[in-house]
Every structure is written in C-alpha cells, then in structure tokens.
C-alpha cells in the first residue's frame, strides 16, 4: 500500500482562516502528508517545520507552478519543502489543437531540462481538457490529446487526475492509469457523480472505480496517492476524514494511524 496525502486545495476556504490549524486538523485525522496549493502567508520553509511537527511530511507541491519563468523559484522552493517532485499543469487553450499541444511541449522539455539538472522531476496535472479528444480532420485523430502530449514530452511525469481524466464518463480511467504507470509517481483520488458541474463526494462513495484505478498504477514507480475534492456537498473536513477512513479500511492506502 502507498501512503495517503491530502492535496491541502481542498481545504482552502479553511486554510485562509488558520492554515496551520488545517495542517493540524490532517495530520490528527492520520494523512502521511500534504501537497500544498499555496502558502497563505507562510513561509515555505516553516510549512515544512509545521508539517513535520503533527508526523507528516510535504509528498509534493503545487506551489509555485513552474514556468519558463519562476523555475529559480521552484528550485528554491522544493529545497525548503524537502521534495524531489515538482508540478506544472495548463490551461484548456494549451491543449486546444495538435499546434497548441506541440507548443505547450516544447515548453515543457525546456523546463524538465533545467529542472532535471537541479535533480527534481517536473509533473504535470491534468484536468478534464487533455483528456478530450483530437478532433479528426487535419489533427492526426481520433487520440486523445493527452496522449500526443506524453508522446512530444517523453521525460516528463504525470500526476494523473483521475476524476479529470475519465472525462465525466467519457473515458476508462482504469486503462489511462495502466498506460501512463511508467510515469505516474503520483495520483490524484478523487470520486463523484462523474457530471459536470456537481459536487464531489468522498472517495469511496461515488461512481469512480477507485479499487481498480489504484490496482492499475505501477507499485515501483508510484509513490503517493493524493486526495483531492474541488469541491463537496457536504463539510469539506469530514470529506476529508471520510476519504482517508474508507482508503485505508479497504487497505488501498497506508495511512499513519
């Protein structure tokens, strides 16, 4: 079983209040640790101390993103957090058509290269729009563009979304999991009603098959499974706990308590 992390995004509307309270509040719940979307005034370095006090660690940030233009920072940044992997990730108009896709590689192997020297391996996270597919005519279709992406950036690794990745329905996210194993270190748990527009649920209690998405990673190259919900129906925190309660019942994840 991989160690469970909590993608603190979740957790925004509370941790723009007491941020260090919701680092608390996770670790009492039993996370192994936290991948941070922002710092809210914190500095990077006391996250860290902070998080490492309740018992966890950083498994990987989304803060700073990398560009072509902040990745000193990021560099800076990952050290004072203490993790290897880095993210980036890009918007619906990056993904658009095999010309965009084309572009948005090219600046990602820029990157990986610089970042790769410094000893960090750039991820990227997905959303729904990579998951869409090319459309035929003059696009080298029908594919999905996520997979032309993988095929134009060869060294970069994935943080599969795998809500986003099934696309509301569209897609088998047990089969996007299997192919992109070799370079999936991290993935994002989330589960739902697979409708755009509706509230997540606590993993475990919607229509993802969230048992056989985990069988299909690769065990020697995943290392953490993130828990993420944009957004819910109900309390956020209890979503939380509640997802971490049912992963570890069902032996799925390895939680600290």
């Not at 509040?25 to 860290?48: K, N, Q, S």
């Not at 896709?101 to 991820?123: C, P, Q, Y």
Request: proline residues 5%; hydrophobic residues 45%.
């Amino acid at each position: 079983m991989k160690p469970i992390s909590i993608q603190l995004y979740s957790l925004r509307a509370m941790s723009e209040k007491d941020f260090a309270g919701v680092i608390r509040a996770v670790g009492e719940i039993g996370y192994c640790g936290v991948e941070p979307a922002g710092f809210y005034g914190m500095a990077p370095a006391d996250l860290r101390r902070l998080v490492e006090d309740q018992g966890m660690v950083v498994s990987s940030s989304h803060g700073p993103w990398a560009s072509p233009d902040n990745l000193a920072e990021v560099i800076d940044t990952a050290a004072a957090l203490g993790v290897e992997l880095v993210s980036s990730g890009f918007g619906a108009e990056d993904f658009k058509d095999t010309d965009a896709i084309r572009r948005t590689a090219d600046k990602v192997n820029s990157m990986e290269e610089v970042l790769g020297k410094a000893g960090l391996t750039l991820f990227l996270h997905n959303h729904w729009w990579e998951f869409e597919m090319l459309e035929p005519a003059g696009q080298g279709g029908p594919r999905l563009k996520h997979d032309l992406f993988a095929e134009l950036a060869p060294k970069v690794a994935f943080e599969i979304d795998t809500y986003w990745a099934a696309n509301f329905g569209a897609n088998d996210p047990v089969a996007i999991v299997k192919k992109l194993a070799a370079r999936a270190p991290l993935l994002h748990i989330k589960d739902g009603p697979l409708v755009r527009e509706k509230p997540m649920l606590a993993v475990g209690s919607g229509k993802m098959p969230t048992r056989k998405v985990i069988e299909a990673a690769n065990p020697d190259v995943l290392r953490w499974l993130v828990v993420e919900l944009d957004s819910c129906a109900t309390d956020m925190l209890q979503a939380v706990r509640e997802s971490y309660d049912w992963l570890t019942r069902e032996k799925l994840a390895r939680g600290r308590l």
